[in-house]
Nanobody, 114 residues
Framework: QVQVVESGGGLVQAGGSLRLSCAASENIFRLNAMGWYRRTPGKQRDLVASITRGGSTNYADSVKGRFTISRDNAKNTVYLQMNSLKPEDTAIYYC????????WGQGTQVTVSS
């Protein structure tokens, strides 16, 4: 079973930036489209950004123009650069395949203060 470890979250003021990283335990990473998801209390986990094996990207409307997803297949790692953060971006962020097929990791908490 592939394991993922998310990191890079933290507390930031509105307008600030964070870069999240997700490392996968196995090199089948390169065979999959990958996504970043987020969940706030009481809500379902939503896909916010995805990237195909070839590097094509897609974003939820709420983050378009502010977030950038990228991947490094040699490192089995996917990134999420988050700029111009807003309080409504506060959530636990997870990575997984897109659509999700792997076991979920612990996620990384992002908190944006106003």
């Amino acid at each position: 079973q592939v394991q993922v470890v998310e990191s890079g979250g933290g507390l930031v003021q509105a307008g600030g930036s964070l870069r999240l990283s997700c490392a996968a335990s196995e090199n089948i990473f390169r065979l999959n489209a990958m996504g970043w998801y987020r969940r706030t209390p009481g809500k379902q986990r939503d896909l916010v950004a995805s990237i195909t094996r070839g590097g094509s990207t897609n974003y939820a409307d709420s983050v378009k123009g502010r977030f950038t997803i990228s991947r490094d297949n040699a490192k089995n790692t996917v990134y999420l650069q988050m700029n111009s953060l807003k309080p409504e971006d506060t959530a636990i962020y997870y990575c997984n395949t897109a659509p999700s097929t792997w076991r979920w990791g612990q996620g990384t908490q992002v908190t944006v203060s106003s």
